[in-house]
């Protein structure tokens, strides 16, 4: 059975309220029967230095990605991790992290390509627990196993791979979700030893620059639905959008911006990113000004 929506006034605004829950309605509701709770972050570590009671911990990199295929877990292996979690395909899901939920955006995007129909971000994320200094454990939780079936993944309404990505230059709308240096080239993954390398620095062809921080305010919660319409004002919400950023993380962050709470109808993410562009022979980039949405 589904968990009751959060009706914090916020959240009303955007054009799905159901895909996000604040932490007082959360805090009122951890160990209720049916609402578990996830953390994922970049660095997983944080889990162990205290998490919210209760929650378990999904580790993006070796729990959702294919080591071997460079690509997300298939249809098996994430019935596994489930099971392994004890979550159950009728389970309320909330799921937070660090860096405004970067990468729990991205475990929800992945939950979504499984079909899972109640999955909600915790608006904040961890940032937004500690500031209110709520309770948190040390403790692991040993869940039974579930009976999570096997899904098949839902590449096509969710994803973009690069041949695609090849023909939407010049055709479509396309969004680096990056830093204003990273989009011109000026700085590259070699400046930050958390992300993966690309030989090359730059920007798809044609890409617009608009950077994901945009998306929350400093204290991590997502800016009211007014704010982002002005920020995404030169998108055309009914038009095919696809955003990239360096490994996927930011696209998911303003993937879930667009989707669920600007409600824009064809939103995808081109999640190889500019790890798999910048890398590849002869592929074409560009460096510098782009021209505005």
Same mark, same amino acid.
């Given at each position: 059975?589904?968990?009751?929506?959060?009706?914090?006034?916020?959240?009303?605004?955007?054009?799905?309220?159901?895909?996000?829950?604040?932490?007082?309605?959360?805090?009122?509701?951890l160990?209720t029967?049916?609402?578990?709770?996830?953390?994922?972050?970049?660095?997983?570590?944080?889990?162990?230095?205290g998490?919210?009671?209760?929650?378990?911990?999904?580790?993006?990199?070796?729990?959702?990605?294919?080591?071997?295929?460079?690509?997300?877990?298939?249809?098996?292996?994430f019935?596994?991790?489930?099971?392994s979690?004890?979550?159950?395909?009728?389970d309320?899901?909330?799921?937070?992290?660090?860096?405004?939920?970067?990468w729990?955006a991205?475990?929800?995007w992945?939950?979504?390509?499984?079909?899972?129909?109640?999955v909600?971000?915790?608006?904040?994320?961890?940032?937004?627990?500690?500031?209110?200094?709520?309770?948190?454990?040390?403790?692991?939780?040993?869940?039974?196993e579930?009976?999570?079936?096997?899904?098949?993944?839902?590449?096509a309404?969710?994803?973009?791979?690069?041949?695609?990505?090849?023909d939407?230059?010049?055709s479509?709308?396309?969004?680096?979700? +990056? !830093?204003?240096? &990273?989009?011109?080239g %000026?700085?590259?993954?070699? /400046?930050?030893? #958390?992300?993966?390398?690309?030989?090359?620095?730059?920007?798809?062809?044609?890409?617009?620059?608009l950077?994901?921080?945009?998306?929350?305010?400093?204290?991590s919660?997502? +800016? !009211?639905?007014? &704010?982002l319409?002005e %920020?995404?004002s030169?998108? /055309?919400?009914? #038009?095919?959008?696809?955003?990239?950023?360096?490994v996927?993380?930011?696209?998911?962050?303003?993937?879930?911006?667009?989707?669920?709470?600007?409600?824009?109808?064809?939103? +995808?993410?081109?999640?190889?990113?500019?790890v798999?562009w910048?890398?590849?022979v002869?592929?074409?980039?560009a460096?510098?000004?782009?021209?505005?949405?």
């Amino acid at each position: 059975m589904a968990a009751p929506f959060d009706p914090h006034p916020q959240f009303q605004e955007y054009a799905h309220p159901e895909r996000l829950v604040s932490a007082s309605w959360l805090s009122a509701r951890l160990g209720t029967p049916g609402l578990r709770v996830i953390e994922s972050d970049e660095d997983s570590l944080l889990y162990d230095i205290g998490h919210l009671p209760g929650a378990v911990r999904i580790d993006w990199q070796k729990d959702l990605n294919d080591p071997v295929t460079r690509d997300i877990v298939d249809g098996e292996a994430f019935a596994a991790l489930m099971r392994s979690k004890g979550i159950n395909r009728d389970d309320t899901v909330v799921i937070y992290g660090d860096q405004s939920n970067w990468w729990a955006a991205f475990t929800l995007w992945v939950f979504d390509l499984f079909g899972h129909e109640d999955v909600r971000l915790l608006d904040g994320g961890r940032d937004a627990w500690m500031a209110e200094e709520r309770d948190t454990s040390f403790v692991v939780p040993d869940f039974p196993e579930s009976d999570y079936p096997v899904v098949e993944r839902n590449d096509a309404e969710y994803r973009v791979f690069v041949d695609e990505m090849l023909d939407k230059i010049g055709s479509s709308t396309i969004v680096d979700v +990056r !830093s204003t240096e &990273e989009f011109h080239g %000026l700085v590259g993954s070699d /400046d930050s030893p #958390a992300l993966a390398p690309a030989l090359r620095r730059g920007h798809i062809p044609t890409a617009v620059n608009l950077p994901w921080q945009d998306n929350v305010h400093p204290n991590s919660r997502f +800016r !009211s639905r007014a &704010e982002l319409a002005e %920020l995404y004002s030169a998108l /055309d919400p009914k #038009a095919e959008t696809t955003i990239y950023c360096h490994v996927g993380d930011r696209t998911a962050h303003t993937w879930f911006v667009l989707k669920y709470l600007l409600g824009f109808e064809k939103v +995808r993410n081109y999640d190889g990113s500019w790890v798999e562009w910048g890398n590849m022979v002869r592929m074409p980039i560009a460096r510098g000004e782009a021209p505005h949405a």
